[in-house]
């Protein structure tokens, strides 16, 4: 039986549900707006966290309210099937259409949390598969002009937490070798698939040529290989070559240009529960490594992208830190990875 | 006409700043809206379990009746919506604007700073506020209004 299999039949009595806006500033003046979509009945809650990033398309999903009817639903994989077939969009058309699978999820893992504490058991249970001590790395950005003090400051609290890096064009072949040579990088993302977006990157062959060579150990997530001599360069490379923004189906997998070693499987970026679980499925069958990230979640989102990772990916490069390690000044102690989890007894939930 | 519900402080019982902070908050609240609740507290984690578990600690909180949240500096400013507007917002942001901004974080790396602060009688008088306002343990936040 399919991990969905198992999930998919498992009881749901949905009373009624209501939203609840989360908001905080998060870094230099940005305003984090999610939500929380909390399902009814029988006397529980179910909890999901809509990560939609444009506030104009929370505030029109909070103005709106609980418009749709979601009380037929007998189990999860009827309930899947009928978010699937609405229109969670009612009033406002997304600033983005990834938000349409944003917004999936958070009813979806609204509804597995409902369903998994009507039936008095946890995650692990359901899918039959034990939370283990999730591997993370912290996410860094290393400023303009960059340097390594942003790396040195994390390192100085835990001499063993490893990196995810930005590389950028005003990356030069010293500060290269200064990160080289803290064997702290796990990981180098050229976001090169990003468009329209606050992170869009466009490095050139000679970004890829400085960095690949110099960290040999690192893996190398979302590179541009329409970018003239990029693909030819990295051919060596490809057991390293990881793939992230552009990852929401098995449909997206099957049609990268080679067979991946890694992939990054983001729930609410994959949006619908029933897809998520067989991506996981087809990974582990295709021996095709899986890691985890994070969306700027506020609320409960983040501790089930750390459940679900720590259950189906906890031995990868998981972009899921404790927030502490994000502060633009750390404060130590930190929690070091790989970070043990506390599933909670009943529901979709860290205890 | 500000929204008079109840509102629920939550802050961390095991910061002596922190609890010295919501005492003065307390006491500028003249019309006994904000209810303390320690975050550590059986209440405290109920009332926050839409915040992830990891962010719980990192500012202070304010739900509303109808489990509303708001964390961090958007607290100050929808206490103010829901109380007295902008004079209440000037009072607490005079009393105590440090627990909302930066919260816990900025007070752990400037204890020593503040930690002249907090003798014993502070901390004491501090404890009999809160206690005033929280009532029994873990007590349904409905109860203490009637």
Known sequence: ?351 | MPDQQPISVLYDADCDFCRWSVSKLLEKDSHGLLLPVSIQSARGQSLLSPIAQERRLDSAHCVASNGEIRSGGQAVEWIAMRTEGAALAGRLAAAAPWIFVGGYRLVAKNRGLFSRWMTPSRLALADRVIAQREGPPESDTASLLT
């Open chain 1, 1 to 351: 039986m399919s991990t969905w299999e198992q999930l998919a039949q498992l009881p749901i009595d949905i009373e009624g549900y209501d939203l609840l806006p989360l908001a905080e500033n998060v870094s230099s003046g940005f305003l984090r707006q999610t939500t929380i979509v909390r399902l009814q009945g029988g006397g529980h809650e179910g909890l999901g966290e809509d990560v939609v990033y444009d506030g104009v398309d929370q505030d029109a999903f909070q103005a709106a309210g609980a418009v749709h009817e979601l009380t037929s639903a007998r189990t999860l994989g009827e309930f899947t099937l009928l978010i699937a077939g609405l229109d969670l969009f009612p009033t406002r058309t997304p600033e983005r259409d990834v938000s349409r699978l944003y917004r999936r999820w958070s009813f979806d893992s609204a509804a597995l949390d409902l369903a998994l504490r009507q039936g008095g058991m946890g995650l692990e249970e359901a899918v039959g598969r034990r939370s283990e001590s999730l591997a993370f790395v912290v996410s860094l950005r290393l400023g303009e002009p960059p340097t390594l003090e942003p790396l040195m400051e994390r390192l100085a609290i835990d001499p063993t937490i490893q990196f995810k890096l930005d590389p950028t064009d005003e990356w030069d072949p010293e500060l290269i070798a200064q990160l080289a040579a803290t064997g702290a990088v796990e990981s180098v993302d050229f976001k090169a698939l990003y468009s329209g977006t606050t992170v869009d990157q466009v490095g050139g062959i000679e970004l890829y040529q400085r960095v690949v060579g110099a960290l040999p150990n690192a893996w190398i997530e979302d590179p541009g290989l329409e970018v003239q001599g990029v693909d030819d360069f990295l051919t060596p490379h490809r057991d390293r070559v990881t793939w992230d923004a552009n990852i929401h189906s098995i449909a997206d997998i099957e049609a990268l240009p080679f067979k991946p070693s890694m992939v990054n499987v983001k729930p609410s970026r994959v949006g619908g529960l029933q897809s998520l679980m067989e991506t996981y499925d087809y990974c582990n069958e295709a021996g095709i490594r899986m890691y985890g990230g994070g969306q700027f979640e506020l609320g409960v989102g983040r501790d089930q992208a750390q459940l679900l990772a720590s259950v189906f990916h906890a031995n990868g490069p998981n972009d899921l830190a404790p927030t502490g390690w994000n502060a633009a000044a750390p404060v130590g102690p930190l929690l070091s990875s790989p970070l043990r989890l506390s599933p909670a007894a009943t529901g979709l939930r860290l205890a």
